[in-house]
């Protein structure tokens, strides 16, 4: 049936108060809720839901608790459903494909309204009740990842005591290399990449013949590639001032205050913070585990670039008098790397163990960016 052929009497563009749903003199469940979105991705028809109350709330009644939000009449079905009657506005017209659900606890009513008729009804008030909702499911959500995560807390403590002699010797050696291979020469080899899929490319100048249009003919250079070379590591290029200690540091302060000796004492402390304590701990958490993970990608790279085979390799192209930076850098017996540029003085940068050091694996959080609390 399209929306267009509507008969005259539709039951569902007729008022109905439906006094045996009017049971919620609590907040309904979040079962509830889930029921409502099912029925309405099914259906398209949110005002035919059981728990629906197809009339007017009651004259001067103060706006409804807002309890979901985004409940919308799918696409696919708009065109033979067609638009949804709104208790408020058009109990017996169409009139909207997106709404809220409203909870009135005086009447224990819930009514599936407009998602802009609210505002329209009540105004101010009406907004002071959207905005409570959304606070209330920001600290749903907080809550929920403080629950999920907070035994991590101690993992994340532990990772960055390992990780920490480890960041330090490589930021030390990245420094080093800086200090040898300027940035202008950085961004040479970094455009060299990029010219050449992420490989490091030697050409030789080949002369080559062209006839242009008018039949004239004239010789040109051309680069041509005669060798590339992998290179791993390429982000230790982009790095430049980033400290993993720096990171490590962050984490570290992000976590202070969040550990605590057992799981009742942290849910006791769950119940004592405020909303707003429970997203600063929750941002913090986020936060410190942000930076382990950074941390570790600043160290990844830095192991994959002075892995010796690679540092090689890179030696190799650099000190080749076709690459477009030249660099010199040697090994000794030792498996010690020397390198310089012709400006700058000889740096020493180590074959070290610290470069093999497997490094540990960042504790795994929950993290459900948009739980579904409405
Ligand atoms: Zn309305």
Excluded at 1 to 9: I, N, V
Excluded at 136 to 162: S, W, Y
Excluded at 283 to 308: G, M, P, Y
Aim: glycine share 6%; aromatic share 8%.
């Amino acid at each position: 049936m399209s929306a267009k052929s509507r008969p005259l009497f539709d039951p569902r563009f007729s008022e109905r108060d439906n006094p045996e749903a009017k049971i919620w003199d609590v907040k309904p469940p979040q079962s509830l809720i889930d029921d409502l979105r099912a029925f309405t991705v099914k259906t398209g028809t949110p005002d035919l839901w059981r728990f629906h109350c197809h009339s007017k709330p009651p004259e001067n009644s103060p706006p409804p608790r807002v309890i979901a939000t985004n409940i919308d009449i799918p696409e696919s079905l708009r065109a033979s459903v067609g638009k949804a009657p709104c208790p408020l506005c058009s109990l017996r017209g169409p009139r909207y494909f997106y709404a809220m659900l409203g909870w009135w606890p005086d009447e224990k009513a819930l009514r599936v309204i407009g998602h802009e008729c609210g505002h329209k009804f009540w105004g101010v008030g009406f907004d002071v009740e959207t905005r409570r909702f959304e606070l209330e499911k920001d600290d749903d959500a907080n809550l929920g990842f403080l629950i999920d995560n907070f035994r991590q807390v101690a993992p994340m403590r532990k990772t960055i005591e390992q990780i920490q002699p480890t960041a330090r010797f490589l930021d030390r050696l990245r420094r080093r290399f800086f200090s040898v291979v300027s940035k202008k020469n950085i961004q040479t080899i970094n455009r060299s990449l990029d010219s050449n899929f992420g490989r490091l490319g030697l050409y030789d100048e080949i002369t080559t013949t062209f006839t242009d249009s008018r039949g004239n003919e004239s010789r040109k250079q051309i680069p041509s590639l005669v060798e590339d070379i992998h290179l791993n590591g390429r982000q230790m290029l982009a790095i430049g001032n980033d400290s993993a200690d720096i990171h490590l540091y962050r984490a570290e302060q992000n976590l202070k205050g969040l550990d605590l000796p057992s799981d009742d004492s942290f849910i006791d402390e769950l119940g004592r913070l405020d909303m707003d304590g429970r997203k600063h701990a929750a941002d913090n958490l986020k936060e410190a585990w942000k930076a382990i993970k950074e941390a570790v990608e600043v160290c990844t790279a830095t192991q994959e670039f002075f892995a010796s085979e690679n540092l090689r390799a890179f030696a190799r192209w650099a000190s080749d008098h076709r690459a477009p930076v030249q660099l010199r850098i040697r090994e000794d017996r030792l498996g010690r790397f020397d390198a310089a540029h012709r400006t700058h003085s000889m740096q020493i940068i180590p074959g070290s163990p610290e470069l093999k050091i497997a490094l540990p694996r960042v504790p795994i959080l929950v993290w459900k960016e948009s739980r579904r609390v409405t």
